[in-house]
């Protein structure tokens, strides 16, 4: 059964760092690309970055608002991806999910963000 | 960036309804569409990918359509557990985003 769940959330203060986690089971973690997206309180989804496979290099693409300031990495020898947020700002403030792109259907179309964590709250307050 | 847009952005139904909801995207992003249920507190539940096709698991009761720019989520007997919102994701070019969300309640 695939599995992810997040960690790493809190209460942290403007200016502040963070490290999320997000530890995958069930699959073959190497071979996916996996996704960090958030949710505002009370707010819609919004997708922050992506951080592809080893056959792809481990190469990252990041929303605009985060990019420069959060890092998508991953140890595919602990089947889990990390998100280091910097800089934090009270906009930060979020349920933070990771989310996997499965493989490929009979027609060629990747199933995109098959399956989601739990999520993480990442908490910005002075 | 490509933007996305839904409506409405929030509808009253009743049990047994059928319902649309509309997404449109501000380029043509071909079939590169899914469709997200979520429900207060919860991690997203994926429904659609590639704009009509199933993911394993997801009643038939919901379908997807369209291509290019405009594409519709229909929910046809709407069930108690279905009262939720609904967003859609467009994953054609990157900067990946979403709609802003659909709230389907009583």
Redesign the interface.
Known sequence: EVQLAESGGGLVQPGGSLRLSCTASGFTFSDYYM?W?RQAPGK????VG?GRDKASGHTT????SVKGRFTISRDDSRNTLYLQINSLNTEDTAVY?CARRGGR?A?G???????????TLVTVSS | DIQMTQSPSSLSASVGDTVTITCRASQDINKYLGWFQQKPGKAPKSLIYAASRFFSGVPSKFSGSGSGTDFTLTITGLQPEDFATYYCLQYSAYPYTFGPGTNVDF
Do not use: I, M
């Open positions: 996704d997206v819609g989804l919004e997708w992506r693409e990041y929303a605009a999910f259907d027609s179309y990747f199933y995109d963000f098959d399956y989601w964590g739990q999520g």
